[in-house]
């Protein structure tokens, strides 16, 4: 089992940055791959970016290429998305997601979720 509590969200200007963490309880954190997703009104669930559980894989939406990093601190159980550059297209609750699969831009392959936390961006 993995908790997940989302912070860091608010609101910003365009051309502004953001990071976003993402706590984890568990021991077993570094087992999982990470996950961001981002939903705004009236649209699905989006990927934005996968980490893996090594470290190794790390893929992200071409929408957020460039602009947005994934990391991750496994000695404090927590991933971060650092967003910069933002655009008012980016406005969204960000949530971070857990998967024991190696690493997913699919959210059905997320186990674990967190409550999500919002991001606004203003023109």
């Known amino acids: 089992q993995v908790q997940l509590v989302e912070s860091g969200g608010g609101l910003v200007q365009a051309g502004d940055s953001l990071r976003l963490s993402c706590a984890a309880s568990g021991r077993t954190f570094s087992r999982y791959a990470m996950g961001w997703f981002r939903q705004s009104p009236g649209k699905e669930r989006e990927f934005v970016a996968a980490l893996s559980w090594s470290g190794v894989f790390i893929y992200y939406a071409d929408s957020v290429k460039g602009r947005f990093t994934i990391s991750r601190d496994n000695a404090k159980n927590t991933v971060y998305l650092q967003m910069s550059s933002l655009k008012p297209e980016d406005t969204a609750v960000y949530y971070c997601?857990?998967?024991?699969?190696?690493?997913?831009?699919?959210?059905?392959?997320?186990?674990?979720w967190g409550q999500g936390t919002q991001v606004t961006v203003s023109s």
């Open positions: 997601a857990a998967t024991i699969k190696e690493w997913s831009t699919d959210p059905r392959a997320y186990a674990y």
